[in-house]
């Protein structure tokens, strides 16, 4: 079975510049998060969706920061504009539905913003 | 909000037993969970415990104290391959957002 998995792996942009990161989830799984994660820290949730309703984005910079889950499956993060401070790697995570305690992780994208 | 504290680093050699802590503090508590993370990789689940007591899966055990707000993970006959970053994370009742500690980087030496 396929885990998560994100596109880009890497990506390098100039500030100011938009930036996208797509994310497949594992099949069958209903809940869908996306996590920030800063160099020494853990995991800070950024958005979490119910097939394709986002119920939990108080944490996202909705001034910047975007996010859509088309048919409850793929989702799609979006940044623009890019700032230096967005430089992180960028988690997505999913998990069978909300009652389920174990989420799967993708690789993650590690964004650099110079 | 929630918090968690646990250390930012522990270190052991092969063979040995390590124990890394996790204090919490929350409302609507629901349960504790435990993920490892490679540098570079993703984190991937260790163990989940929702009810007081110990839960074992192989060489990891986890533990859990509702009334203390603490658990911890236990973690025997180290392995080299086990040198990475352990998170504690909390999630609340009717809620699968998991909120996550700080990590604790384990470092095995031979």
């Known amino acids: 079975e396929a885990g998560v998995v994100q596109s880009p792996r890497y990506k390098i942009i100039e500030k100011k510049q938009p930036v996208a990161f797509w994310c497949n989830p594992i099949s069958g799984h209903n809940t869908l998060y996306w996590y920030l994660q800063n160099l020494g820290q853990g995991p800070e949730l950024l958005i979490r969706y119910e097939n394709e309703e986002a119920v939990d984005d108080s944490q996202l910079p909705k001034d910047r920061f975007s996010a859509e889950r088309l048919k409850g499956v793929d989702s799609t993060l979006k940044i623009q504009p890019a700032e230096l401070g967005d430089s992180a790697v960028y988690l997505c995570?999913?998990?069978?539905?909300?009652?389920?305690?174990?989420?799967?992780f993708g690789q993650g994208t590690r964004l650099t913003v110079v | 909000g929630q918090s968690l504290e646990q250390p930012s680093e522990v270190t052991a050699v092969e063979g040995a037993i390590v124990q890394i802590n996790c204090t919490y503090q929350?409302?609507?508590?629901?349960?504790l969970s435990w993920y490892q993370q490679h540098d570079g990789g993703a984190p991937t689940f260790l163990s989940y415990n929702a009810l007081d007591g110990l839960e074992e899966t192989g060489r990891f055990s986890s533990f859990l104290s509702r009334s203390d707000s603490y658990g911890y993970l236990l973690l025997q006959e180290l392995q080299m391959k086990d040198s990475a970053s352990y998170f504690c994370?909390?999630?609340?009742?009717?809620?699968?957002?998991?909120?996550f500690g700080k990590g604790t980087m384990l470092l095995v030496s031979p």
């Open positions: 995570a999913s998990s069978l539905d909300r009652a389920n305690t174990e989420a799967f």
């Open positions: 929350t409302s609507g508590f629901y349960g």
């Open positions: 994370a909390v999630s609340l009742t009717g809620y699968s957002t998991l909120t």
